[in-house]
């Protein structure tokens, strides 16, 4: 079977594996307070610019996200979102478990804009409603587009006009900064705080928070106890991100699911097949006869992402640090290239 | 001014407060488990045909919902609404302050169909979604349109096919009997729960929480307490509920709103001022020039809806139980007619 | 039965019912918004010289205790409060509902000391804790004990010293303030938020809820909208506080109530009967032989406290606004006075 | 410098790590769906002799706890515990921000009886209260001391006739069946629920969750999605079980903690050195003289638990799987041994 499921179903990349094997039998300090995850946490206030950040880590995107928004929010105050967003569809209510709602825009692109945010404040917000607090996105989006450094300024020059936090969730935030050609830095200056995801990017698992507003730093470790965040062994997040950020093999590994979602998606064009997005990063939705989603189903690991009518269906490849460019050919094969 | 803001301007109706004076110095036993509570309890039971159900009396509107609600599901299990229902926009993230998701459906005339229920239902539901479990109404909408017993009943089967419970938002539900000709068995035989709204029909506050399915019944004293919603002096409820259901009239003030408003939406007509939506129950909404909308505010009390466009507004006018058909006249007069 | 149940077995005084019915048809705007509640929130603002305090009106004492300190707290601070104090055993949870664990101290007099929240304190707090952070009094006790100015005062220093809001639960205030010498101001200068309760000293129903320290204040009405708290004809509680506390009849009441507990306190302990805490205001908590106890109740209402050992029972008597002196006497002569 | 901070220091067995190595770069199926999980339960499953049982993986003591508690009560259902219990005092208040009330019991050498249980369920429960539901113990518990067989059935007992849950909390449960002979089966046997611990005893992380009573079986996995506790890569669970329960190395690691723990006891009792509690498991609670505390900090990590009055500190020795008998007889010798 060619695996174009997901960004997860392998472990970690060589280098991460190797680093927490040599480091197996160390003995450490719990709970992220060793010397490995205080050497990650500063890589990373390095690579964005932010001296003074507070970087947190935590071990999967749901728990990051209903984390962080938990921490940052008062009770009645709520976040907007796009309606495809991962909070919004894919985290089974974890923030409205916390008590906050979540506003969802609608967005054809799975792109939160300043006409969509600025709707949603302008929508009645008095006593009676929640009150839009934290705006949300992600990049890359759930259906693979980015956010340029334009874009992610925009944003941020909304927000403050708004009073919005600005959160974006970077579960695949390699992906996106290798798409949208933004940088570390980019996130530091736009965002109250946002995510560096590992778990799709070549750890085992592993998600950095960085907090860039001090006003949201407060605190945040007994909530990650609280929610139970805190991994024991929390040098495992240090010592995985410490090897991941090393001399650009984050960016690198990113690059390659990019480049083999590119040739996907220039094959799957030259087929005539249409895209139910544009393949920006390293997710490509083919819209495909179902009778041909039934035959691929028979080499193929891939995730259904909608019916569109009568006939069609929309599938979802997703490519990853590790997906072979021969299995990028012969997925276009199967499908008669 | 003349007065149509809402229908909860004015205190009890004189029937109600005359119990309630007299038996203020009456000592009873708190919390409702007094003889006027019973009472109260037992009329409510017999009207709607239901000898077993569970019948609580509540304060207000948000309240009886959050705790209903809160008290039903289970922690990932989410309400479907209409996108304008009072619990999407009205009552500040209630729902989701206590953990669950709130599904917004969209409803041109604020009513939940089956189709719509279906859709929600059909949109993929897994272990890493919320589960729809409680289809949320209010009868009147928040566009004063009402349901139908056919309605109703196609609801209820609905709701069977697709393992929800059925709850009925009744805070105007008089009005909502009186304009679709629904009796309290209707609800009794189509709800899993439903309210039978005082405040907003003659009482100083108080709603009664019927719980019909007795699964949904266990521990519910419980939850009312743990959320601050048990009237010390519960017997105050007891005693206006029993007043107001006496000899029919809580639907003869409810006849008595719903015939003012009738009133005031033929005059508008007459005047050739469209509708928002079709004036079934208490509320009318029509659609005025800016100007006249400002005009208006000098003499009258309304609410404003929305913004229509450039140059045109929404606005709601309420009727109550204590409308006086001479202010319906005058208010037409203040209108052009 | 003479009546010695407790504090809100009643209606309204008369003073009060009489404002409710003066102004029962008046046409006001609805959720505190109208004059009523404005007078009456200034006139509790120039009582506790407090000329900048959000005061806001809620319906109960569960409801303003899980409102107040659910708005005030952040989820992972908690409350420390004497462990039979009310937010511990007689709310059902509400406080840990919204998230927040109630630290119990052992009080045999129920009463918060100094040296009480200092061990709390001193216990380890750090990451893996909760944090304490909201001292919570009830002023009168759970056993009817009062605080004096001075122990109010001791109390704001060692909270100011640990970090550590001061919450004065005021269900019984003006009985405290009648038995322990202390003024609206009192609480004024020693809490961050405080209540001043109406159920049980001549209203239908009502708290007034107190916030002095102003970065408490920000977002309240959100929070008690949320949580149900918010009245829809709110100006109910308006008219009654207004009512009330005109002319000194809020401490009138309550020294009347304190005055026939003493006189009770008196003869029981003329007969030789043990009580279980000194009768410092309303509440007395005589201890009888279990026959004696079984005989009373066929004469008497009360609540059982608790059972002592074997043979004997602790038994609650609670005198009110309206408690008679001759049910006094009639009471211990059916002890034996 | 030795080390007894705690048994989660070190990485994984080096036959986990070997597990996790050697598949690494398998594509699987994510969220714990996937074939390691599937026979990793089974295999817990079969230990247990529990055909039917719930088997889940989550990440961490905390988050396994919280999620299985929250997923189990309803809004008004609490927790009895002991008071130094780790959901008491070592969790931030997980449980809660999930909503429900822990009550605390005091139990001087840390275990839960029959006895303190029912003390608790004859408290006042009623609807004013927390309703106690689930009786928490965790085994080992916070002091080292274990439950027998005997004592596990008593509890089950006692449990049944009290309408509680069993749920046992075996972060430690390894070497509690080391110490106290029991087997998986007795916990299947006694317990609602009950976790197995691999963070404590060879792997990197992981607890299993063995839900025993098929009406906590539903939704459980929505439950986890939502608390954020479902591993993206949720294999690597499955493949550390699947290691660790081969061939008994499980227990062996457990007994190898054990006798370290044993011998180093049976040293400090010869140098006539008090102990807090009996040193049945894993840990050892040493009382010394301050001074000898502080000399002892230059050489050897260790936690302090305790002040125990003006001049003696109690700390804490922990060993683990990987203790090296050179490093209790260098412990010992330093000790004056």
């Known amino acids: 079977m060619l695996y174009f499921r997901n960004d997860y179903g392998a472990g970690a990349h060589p280098a991460v594996l190797e680093a927490l094997c040599r480091t197996n039998m160390e003995l450490t300090a719990g709970y992220g307070t060793d010397a490995y995850c205080s050497r990650a946490a500063e890589t990373i206030r390095d690579l964005c610019g932010l001296p003074e950040a507070a970087v947190h880590f935590l071990m999967g995107g749901t728990q ?35 008590g906050h709602k979540v506003i969802h825009l609608p967005a054809p692109d799975g792109k939160l804009t300043p006409e969509l945010l600025r709707a949603a404040a302008e929508g009645p917000v008095n006593e009676h409603t929640v009150v839009p607090r934290l705006a949300y996105i992600s990049n890359t989006t759930e259906l693979g587009t980015v956010y340029t450094r334009q874009e992610l300024a925009a944003l941020r020059r909304c927000c403050d006009e708004l009073g919005l936090y600005l959160y974006c969730d970077g579960a695949r935030l390699g992906s996106a900064m290798d798409a949208g050609g933004t940088s570390f830095a980019d996130y530091g200056e736009c965002c109250d705080a946002f995510t560096i995801g590992g778990t799709k990017n070549g750890l085992l698992f592993g998600e950095a928070l960085v907090i860039v507003n001090p006003a949201l730093r407060p605190g945040f470790r007994n909530c990650m106890k609280q929610q139970g965040a805190m991994l024991a062994k929390g040098r495992l997040l240090g010592v995985q991100f410490e090897a991941i950020l090393k001399d650009g093999l984050y960016l690198e590994l990113a690059a390659h699911a990019n480049n083999q979602a590119k040739r996907l998606a220039e094959g799957l064009r030259a087929l005539g097949i249409q895209l139910l997005a544009p393949a920006e990063s390293n997710q490509v939705f083919p819209i495909l006869p179902d009778g041909a989603v039934e035959e691929l189903g028979k080499n193929v690991e891939f995730e259904v992402e909608r019916k569109m009518d009568a006939g069609r269906t929309c599938i979802r490849f997703v490519t990853a640090w590790h997906t072979a460019p021969e299995d990028v050919d012969a997925l276009l094969n199967l499908l008669g290239g």
């Open 64 to 98: 990051v996200n209903k984390t962080a928004i938990g921490a940052f929010l008062r009770p009645f105050e709520a976040v907007v979102a796009v309606a495809g967003g991962h909070i919004c569809v894919h985290e089974a209510g974890a923030v409205e478990q916390d």
